[in-house]
């Protein structure tokens, strides 16, 4: 995991104010505190919408992420759709 983000935290030490720009890791990590969790962009879902917990959270690209939400909503409706395919095979 170290070697993953040691270019991030080079970065970090020149630009405090530096941002973490998301990359998958060759392997997949599963948090299981994180099931169920929907990742768009550099947001989960469900904190970026809770106004109570992160009232003035600040979006910087929000026609970017209006787009990454559409097409993650649509790929989870034809994931539910052929689920339900299967199961009346």
Known sequence: M??????????LREDFLARYEYVPLLTAVHYHELEGELWCQPYFLRNLVNT??????RIDHPFQV????????????????SRQGMKSV
């Open 52 to 57: 109570e917990v992160f009232p003035e959270w």
């Open 2 to 11: 170290s070697t993953h983000i040691i270019d991030f935290s080079l970065r």
């Open 66 to 81: 209006l787009r990454a939400v559409i097409d993650l909503w649509r790929r989870e409706q034809q994931r539910q759709t």
